[in-house]
């Protein structure tokens, strides 16, 4: 049987500085058959890299460019990162986007962002409203949900009479110590997802790709970003600005190849319907 043979892909590796001091490692895969200054970001999950199997997924599997960086802390990023700082992150998007837009010329057409790096995406997108097309895959919504059950009693014990645990350790060697603190949890449970409510829907569309088997995020998660970006007021029923993509037989991390066929299938399609029809404000204002 013939097979289509794949265009070639070149890997670019830069880093990008942030104003307090710190240097984001990245890597911009350039799919040759593609206009070159086009792109979508993808943001990893909780201690994790540009090279997360999730991330990896993506990125190998959507037929655009992609940008891949680590949040501060992470992998070859420096800084470090905390179990609460979301709106960190958020910035840490921002430094890329910008570095994108005004160091290589690009057109930042998608951000995705997998379980914390689509709090990221969204918190983001509240703020800036700025990259028309945004995909949620497997990112929570109610910050109180039982965190503690993450931790053995030991940790916990810890925690009640320390104030501090040390959760596990991350990092390329596996190394570094990830301490959490009573006082993260505290800010954790006040984080409040429900600002989804104020994205542009007249700037920004959205897909929610959500594992039905998920067992770290429930899918109900999924659910909920769902309703309460309905409560938008640009929010238009009779449009395809907002998509739910439940995905059957799929966990969290898309470890299995068919749950990893499962995402990419609900995403491409998902792209494929509005890659071309995007040329509405937010894209004007990167030009």
Not at 59 to 75: D, Q, S, T, Y
Request: glycine residues 6%; contains cysteine.
């Amino acid at each position: 049987m013939a097979t289509t043979a794949q265009p070639p892909v070149r890997f670019h590796d830069f880093t990008v500085p942030t104003h307090d001091g710190n240097h984001l490692a990245a890597t911009f895969v350039e799919k040759t058959d593609q206009p070159a200054n086009q792109v979508v970001v993808v943001c990893h999950g909780l201690l994790n890299t540009r090279y997360s199997r999730t991330v990896r997924t993506l990125a190998n599997g959507i037929p655009h460019n992609v940008c891949l960086f680590e949040f501060r802390g992470n992998g070859a990023s420096t800084g470090t990162t905390r179990y609460t700082n979301y709106d960190e992150e958020a910035e840490d998007l921002r430094y890329v986007v910008q570095y994108l837009r005004n160091a290589r010329h690009c057109q930042v057409r998608a951000l995705m962002g997998h379980s914390k790096g689509a709090a990221a995406v969204f918190l983001y997108t509240v703020k800036y409203n700025d990259v028309p097309l945004v995909v949620d895959v497997a990112g929570r919504f109610d910050m109180t949900a039982s965190p503690m059950l993450r931790f053995t009693k030991e940790q916990q014990r810890e925690l009640d009479t320390k104030g501090e645990c040390v959760w596990t350790l991350f990092g390329y060697g596996q190394d570094v110590p990830y301490i959490v603190t009573a006082a993260d949890l505290a800010q954790r449970a006040h984080i409040d997802m429900s600002v989804v409510q104020q994205i542009d829907f007249t700037r920004v569309q959205v897909l929610i790709a959500h594992g039905e088997e998920d067992e770290v995020v429930p899918v109900s998660e999924g659910r909920r970003f769902y309703e309460m970006m309905r409560r938008s007021p640009t929010y238009d029923p009779g449009s395809d600005c907002l998509t739910l993509a439940p995905l059957p037989h799929t966990g969290h991390v898309f470890s299995e190849p068919h749950e990893q066929q499962a995402l990419l299938a609900a995403v491409n399609a998902w792209l494929a319907k509005r890659w071309a029809q995007i040329e509405g404000p937010s894209l004007k204002e990167q030009a």
